[in-house]
């Protein structure tokens, strides 16, 4: 059966700290892997990782996928307040994305 | 924005009736998926539509149906609800090709309150 999880379930950091989140994933028919931040309704899309090691980066936000281990971080440096939400992380099969249960990140001022 | 959009926001029902939630993808896409998120989990996968046919199915019963339309707009069809059936429900739209896929977009979900 496939499986994704994600650690830590939650974390709370102050402004300026640097956070790493972590997903690992046993998924069949494994394609790519997606992360999402989902702050009220609808994840907002961040990464699509598809090969190993290469490192994916937009702004203060960056990301890796080891396929050999069947894992994936995200690593958000000098947070914000804005960047409390959950962050998803979803390996995508033949057809769906099979969503983790989420890391909730608060940041403090 | 996404250029999802879903509607209706919000919705209340009661035990026993049915719901149609509908999703206009974004445009040039061709393929949309439904969620279903209970309360402090992430988002599980209902079903897919690519080209107006279903293209896989997660763990959910008959009662969930859905359609997608010639312009790839879609509809999530729940009969009998259930007050488990309480949930957001997300839905998804990517390009699939014979060439590969692009990431999925959501729109803002639709709510739904079964009492």
């Known amino acids: 059966e496939d499986k994704v999880v994600q650690s830590p379930l939650s974390l709370v950091v102050h402004e300026g700290d640097t956070v790493t989140l972590n997903c690992s994933y046993e998924?069949?028919?494994?394609?790519?892997l997606l992360w999402y931040k989902q702050e009220k309704k609808a994840p907002t899309f961040l990464f699509m990782l598809?090969?190993?090691?290469i490192e994916k980066k937009s702004g203060r936000l960056s990301s890796i996928l080891d396929k050999k281990e069947l894992f994936s971080i995200l690593n958000i440096t000098a947070t914000q307040t804005g960047d409390s939400a959950v962050y998803l992380c979803?390996?995508?099969?033949?057809?769906?994305?099979?969503f983790g249960a989420g890391t909730r990140l608060t940041v403090k001022p | 924005e996404t250029g999802v959009t879903q509607s209706p926001t919000h919705l209340i029902k009661t035990r026993g009736q049915q719901v149609t939630l509908r999703c206009s993808s974004q445009s040039g896409h061709n393929t949309v998926s439904w969620y279903q998120q209970a309360l402090g989990q992430g988002p599980q996968f209902i079903f897919q539509y690519y080209r107006e046919e279903e293209n896989g199915r997660g763990n959910f019963p008959p009662r969930f149906s859905g359609l997608q339309f010639p312009n790839y707009s879609s509809e999530l069809n729940v009969n009998a609800l259930e007050l488990d059936d309480s949930a957001l429900y997300l839905c998804a739209s990517s390009l699939v090709t014979k060439s590969g896929y692009t990431e999925a977009f959501f729109g803002q979900g639709t709510r739904l309150t079964v009492v």
């Open positions: 979803a390996p995508y099969n033949n057809n769906d994305m099979r």
């Open positions: 998924v069949t028919n494994f394609r790519s």
């Open positions: 598809t090969s190993s090691g």
